[in-house]
């Protein structure tokens, strides 16, 4: 059976609030052409595609989001996206917010297999930001507001992927927008020897809270830095795919980029609008780095490691004193 | 106090298994010297810094290694570090092979403050390559037979620099070469609110085992990959230090670098010789990342990192089975 595949990052551009879904799933069924097009057996999509980056909204009652969420996938609106998948014989990633029946609300990411069965869900462990108002920020970022922390780890199946033949597998693994900055949740992925980490995210290009100590250029910087580390520490390929542009009159940046298990880039949006680049990927490419340098077994010493979960915060050390002299 | 000073990486060129410490240390020495002038307070030495890298050596009795090993720190070959460290009020960090009393072996670093007195010491934890002698490998790579891992943990504590006025402390910790690509450590270290990670490597150009999967240039990359994502992801600056060039007719490669808190590169050396360079430090500014987008009291969530402290190796991850149609 075959390792190798191709896979497709499908950037948006943005999303305004006064656009509905069905505008977003027109967009969505026309980039998932093109990357059937250009040979990919699966397709991934930003984090919370179907509407505009919302968490940038206050509402003092949260019944008055409800309409930015998902109660059930497909729906009337998004069913296109379902239907083309199949058509086109392909797989796909997609964020969105969901809602629970009972009324919980996460920030998921769903894969899609190409007959239409979702294969994986993932719910946003790693919400950044803050749940009130904040008066000071020109911009807000609620998703502490809207959504409560996932509640379904970080899991890792072993999936047939679609395109010609849907031959190819892959352990998949999935993260969202700002759980790529942590380690943690990439190891945990790699302990289950994931080959493929597909996640979307709506990444502000400008850092409200910078405090003059960040550039602003570092803010792809740092998403890139973060996934190409990801990627090598734990031999896997990273499909990571922006909601860009001006939303809203906010400005969110692109730079989606598809990584191998070297941390390299392997391909790179270069706008921030509705974009396709792709990357073959040879998953037996996973095994150098899994059995040689980070052959976890051989090397890793969790005895040392015990503060990554008995500590949530950080501590101050101990201060140093001189011997008597 | 002024939370500013300013830091030297001294990367050294190669030491031939035929020197003895006696000119490791004069080289030594005028590194130091060369980075008092440049205004340092504190002095980053490499990973065995003392003698050739001899863990490309087999010995199949371990006693003919003892005389690569320190029992005693200062002794007479080294104290002219101390005196100099002394006399120009600086602080160094020192990477050697101890042998303790009890016959015991580790690959060991530690900081040491002007006055003499050491301030924190630090065993290497992750030992890469092998025990036994491998045939196929051109060069051996013998970390696990010459040393067990190191069982101090990752201890940080906060602590005088040397330098004018003596006055600037900074949370210290250490790492040593491999260390820097498992964000375990990093995370211990900053789960500590660490500031100043001080780390020397000695790191072979090319990587005997790449199968063809490796191109050789990725192998500073990596390096640098590594502790630009570990700053960045805990806040804190780093001084990562080679011993660089072609020892015992096996090249290692330099690029010593310092790294801030946003995980840029503020310095890297540009031989594989002896060379100094500086950067100084602000430690307020590893308040924004450990504040705002890396508080990790706010952010963490340990309840899905289990994984992490209880499996050693990965695992496999289950098979999906598409539902009965």
New interface residues.
């Given amino acids: 059976m075959s390792r190798r595949t191709i896979l497709a990052a499908c950037q948006m551009g943005p999303l305004q609030r006064a656009e509905g879904r069905p505008a977003a799933v027109a967009r969505m069924v026309a980039l998932l052409e093109k990357a059937a097009r250009m040979g990919a057996s699966v397709a991934v999509f930003p984090e919370l595609a179907l509407t505009t980056f919302f968490p940038r909204w206050f509402h003092e009652d949260l019944r008055e989001a409800d309409h930015w969420y998902e109660t059930a996938l497909p729906s009337n609106e998004t069913a296109p996206l379902w239907e083309a998948a199949r058509r086109l014989g392909i797989g796909f990633h997609l964020g969105f917010a969901e809602r629970t029946p009972e009324g919980r609300r996460f920030n998921t990411a769903i894969y899609v297999?190409p007959?239409g069965?979702t294969?994986?869900k993932y719910r946003k462990?790693?919400?950044?930001g803050h749940s009130e108002y904040d008066p000071i920020r020109k911009v807000q970022h609620l998703e502490k507001r809207y959504f409560e922390?996932?509640d379904l780890?970080?899991?890792?199946?072993?999936?047939?992927l679609g395109g010609p033949g849907g031959e190819t597998e892959a352990?998949i693994g999935l993260l969202i927008c700002?759980d790529r900055?942590?380690?943690?949740?990439?190891?945990?992925l790699?302990?289950?020897?994931?080959e493929l980490v597909m996640l979307g995210y709506n990444t502000p290009s400008l850092n409200m809270?910078?405090?003059g100590?960040?550039?602003h250029h570092?803010r792809v910087?740092?998403s890139v830095?973060?996934v190409?580390?990801g990627c090598?520490?734990n031999s896997c390929y990273a499909v990571a795919v922006a909601k860009a542009g001006t939303e809203d009159g906010h400005e969110l940046f692109g730079h989606s980029v598809i990584v191998n298990p070297?941390?390299?880039v392997m391909a790179q949006a270069t706008t921030w609008e509705d974009e396709v680049v792709v990357a073959e990927a040879d998953f037996t490419?996973c095994e150098?780095g899994?059995t040689?340098?980070?052959?976890?077994?051989?090397?890793?010493?969790?005895e040392?490691?015990?503060?990554?979960?008995?500590?949530?915060?950080?501590?101050?050390?101990?201060?140093?004193s001189?011997?008597e002299r």
Same sequence: chains 1, 2.
């Fill in positions: 297999h007959s069965e294969v994986l462990v790693h919400l950044p922390p996932g780890g970080f899991p890792v199946v072993r999936a047939p352990n700002n900055r942590w380690p943690e949740a990439w190891r945990v790699g302990l289950q020897q994931v809270e910078n405090r100590f960040e550039a570092l910087e740092h830095l973060s190409r580390a090598y520490q070297q941390g390299e490419r150098l899994r040689t340098i980070f052959d976890f077994a051989r090397h890793r010493r969790p040392h490691y015990a503060r990554i979960v008995e500590q949530v915060g950080s501590v101050a050390p101990p201060r140093w001189p011997a």
